[in-house]
């Protein structure tokens, strides 16, 4: 039987007309609640869609993100050769997974495990950081639930310690598998967790302490060695093993390559594991994390999974299943393309910048720079002034030139403070960071011309009796005396808005300075 497909004249034009946008199909709403009924051409389909984006900001000048936004042509090339294989498939893509396993190794050894030579790391490629912490404080909470069952001791109730500065995956990890947060508030000057703060909050329930490598709102690194021996004298005093988990997301492939002598890796005895991210400073696109455990007997062997019904048998520790295969392959891409130096070069010219954008920022006279000199290529920044909003204003303004640059307020103990920040990524280059200081100083001045501002006005004023009536000229245009009736002032200014100020006068002083 042959089936005809029958064109209305409308249709029929439509189909005639080369241009997308002199189609009938443009006119059309776009679906949003349900499957449209008929079909449309192929070029329709991507202009719509591809014009409806353009609307979006542009990755490249996406400051507030640590994701990779730029990659080579070639490996995006091996990313869309490789997007359409399963990667849980191991049986029918056995390359695939043996790129994964050398991604595991090569991050294991640049992380300083203690691995035996040609020993398999422990490891396991994830969807983020996010995953790759999930699965690490299930292996800290299965192994702490083993021994206190086998010790005959509750185990119902696990807790982590953690700094206020953790990123928000640490929180959902407490609330969705029921184990307690201890956080150590943050202080003024300093905005990160205290080593010895947190090992104070250690108690028998303690499943690990989370170091940040990298604070999400600072970029400052805690101080892992100081935790790791402070925490190693509890243990042999109480009889706990209390371990470490380092939340390296951004700093694991910065601090390996420009301060290689910063002991915060395996070579601490207490650190079990370690989590960093693919898709920030390990230059591939979003969608790849690994976690890495120092040895077979930190991962629980209950956790794993063992399945067949793909070919063979395949062992998997992971919260996803299906996924595809291309951020892998980049990931390999990336190490076999750049090398050690390579990745080297990136962060020293990524800290150069973050360095230069600094100096911009100081030149203005209106910042106090808060993250640190030593820790990742970030540069946070809060005003001079106290108004919380001008930080706001200022990413708002930053806006109408494309820049997205996140404005925020820090954590409970220092909320009071609203701070910006910019990420410095590779594809963050000099001219651009110029660029932005520049719209950073033009965005000030349309603050400054917007925003109501007293002016600060010095003078000198002598107090007198109401009944005495002295009246004093000016000396010169820019200061004078002036009689203060009772104990208010009253100024009114001939330019601009009209300014009220009342100064209350106490005890026997005759003059001030306002």
């Known amino acids: 039987m042959v089936l005809s497909v029958v064109q209305t004249p409308e249709e029929i034009s439509s189909s005639a007309i080369s241009s997308v946008f002199a189609s009938r199909y443009v006119q059309d709403p776009l679906p949003r609640y349900r499957m449209p009924e008929n079909t449309i051409p192929k070029e329709v389909a991507y202009q719509i869609i591809h014009d409806e984006l353009q609307l979006d900001g542009n990755p490249r000048l996406n400051l507030a993100s640590f994701v990779t ?14 997007m359409n294989k399963n990667y849980v498939d191991m049986d029918e893509y056995p390359i695939t997974t043996e790129l994964q396993n050398r991604c595991v190794n090569i991050i294991a050894n640049l992380l300083n495990a203690p691995l035996a030579s040609n020993k398999q790391a422990i490891g396991v490629g994830t969807v983020g950081s996010s ?36 990123q928000v995956c640490w929180e959902k990890f407490a609330r969705y598998f029921e184990v307690e947060l201890k956080e150590v508030k943050l202080s003024e000057g300093y905005y990160v967790m205290d080593p ?37 004298e509890k243990n042999k005093r109480t009889g706990w093993d209390t371990p470490i988990h380092v939340d390296a997301a951004s700093g694991g492939f910065v601090a390996p390559f420009i301060y290689p002598e910063l002991e915060w890796d395996f070579r601490l005895p207490l650190v079990k594991s370690i989590n960093v991210s693919g898709h920030k400073y390990g230059l591939v696109y979003a969608g790849i994390g690994w976690v890495i455990w120092r ?22 520790f992971t919260l996803n299943f299906s996924k595809g295969s291309s951020q892998i392959v980049a990931q390999y891409y990336q190490f076999l393309r750049m090398g050690f130096e390579g990745y080297k070069r990136v962060i020293r010219n990524c800290m150069e910048n973050a360095k230069l954008l600094v100096d911009g920022l100081k030149q203005t006279g209106r910042f106090d720079i808060i993250s640190k000199e030593r820790g990742l290529p970030l540069v946070a920044f809060g005003f001079k002034d106290t108004n919380k909003s001008l930080a706001f204003e200022l990413s708002k303004a930053l806006r109408h030139h494309g820049w997205i640059v996140p404005a925020y307020t820090m954590p409970a103990n220092v909320e009071h403070m609203a701070v910006l920040r910019v990420v410095v990524r590779e594809d963050l280059g000099r001219q651009l960071v110029e660029k932005l200081v520049s719209h950073i100083n033009g965005a000030l001045l349309e603050l400054d011309e917007t925003t109501d501002i007293v002016p600060k006005i010095s003078f000198t004023v002598e107090v007198k009796s109401s009944d005495e009536d002295q009246h004093h000229e000016s000396r010169h245009d820019h200061e004078g005396s002036l009689h203060l009736p009772t104990t208010s002032i009253h100024w009114k200014q001939d330019k601009h808005d009209r300014i009220q100020k009342k100064v209350h006068i106490s005890g026997g002083k005759t003059k001030g300075v306002c």
């Open 295 to 316: 040895s077979n007997e930190d991962l629980p062997e209950e956790l794993v999974f063992h399945i067949n019904y793909l070919g063979t048998d395949q062992p998997t």
């Open 131 to 166: 995953e790759a912490i999930m699965l690490a404080g299930l292996a800290f909470k299965k192994k702490w639930q083993n021994k206190r069952k086998a010790e005959g001791k509750p185990f119902d109730k696990p807790n982590i310690v953690t700094g206020a500065n953790v």
């Open 196 to 232: 010895k703060k947190a090992v104070e909050m250690v108690d028998e329930n303690t499943i690990c302490v989370a170091a940040i490598l990298g604070s999400t709102l600072t970029g400052e690194f805690e101080d892992v060695k100081l935790l790791n021996d402070l925490l190693a």
């Open 69 to 82: 936004t730029w990659m080579e042509p070639e490996c995006d090339k091996l990313m869309i050769e490789s």
